[in-house]
């Protein structure tokens, strides 16, 4: 069975600019969770998307958002970058919500450079 | 609010001795805990989780972790380290209803031969 995927896989943006990162997860799972990482404030969680539907968000500005479509893919938008957007922007899917503690699985990451 | 510490950023392990990288969370009510291990440039692979039961949960590649939940820890063991084992490694914690997996800031492990 194929891994979670992620495209693109390095991308370069210029600050004041927008971006989409996807995420295709394990087939048949319909959560997914997106997490920034970062040198100094680590894995920190963006959002989860169960159904369609925003489950969660972390404590992030509204420049980050996010969909779910309903063959379970998914994308992040970050709007107007900030150099400090700088990251590798995980997902990860899981069978169920996160709120029935399934395990999830991770992609390879999208690492974003903002100069 | 759940949190998880992990309050070593580096552990030195010589090959084929035991290794234990430590963890302790918070979170309301039963705790979800997972551990994730992230090479170089690489996403997180699952390695370990507890939900309930056994205490020593065990997982991938001879890991094993063991819940305590009097000192709310959930420290992850190898008995006998691989130059392989270095990495960075994660302790992750979730509590029922949550919708947010909240990770460590991640320990270094470094597995000299």
């Known amino acids: 069975k194929a891994g979670v995927t992620q495209t693109p896989r390095y991308l370069i943006k210029t600050r004041g600019q927008q971006v989409t990162l996807s995420c295709s997860p394990i087939s048949g799972h319909r959560s997914v969770s997106w997490y920034q990482q970062t040198p100094g404030q680590g894995l920190q969680f963006l959002f989860e998307y169960f159904s369609e539907t925003q489950r969660n968000k972390g404590n992030f500005p509204g420049r980050f958002s996010g969909r779910q479509f309903s063959n379970s893919r998914s994308e992040m938008n970050v709007s107007t970058l900030e150099l400090g957007d700088s990251a590798l922007y995980l997902c990860a899917s899981s069978l169920a919500s996160l709120g029935f503690q399934e395990t999830q699985y991770f992609g390879p990451g999208t690492r974003l450079l903002v100069l | 609010a759940q949190s998880v510490a992990q309050p070593e950023d580096q552990v030195n392990v010589a090959e084929g001795n035991p290794l234990t990288v430590k963890c302790t969370y918070s979170?309301?009510?039963?705790?979800?805990l997972f551990w994730y291990v992230q090479y170089p440039n690489r996403g997180l692979q699952f390695l370990l989780k507890y939900i309930t039961g056994d205490n020593l949960v065990k997982g991938s590649y001879g890991f094993e972790a063991e819940f305590n939940k009097s000192q709310t820890s959930f420290h992850l063991k190898k008995p006998s380290a691989l130059v392989s084992d270095s990495a960075l490694y994660f302790c992750?914690?979730?509590?029922?209803?949550?919708?947010?997996?909240?990770f460590g800031k991640g320990t270094k492990l470094s597995v000299i031969p």
């Open positions: 979170v309301s009510g039963n705790p979800y």
């Open positions: 992750a914690v979730t509590g029922a209803g949550s919708y947010q997996l909240t």
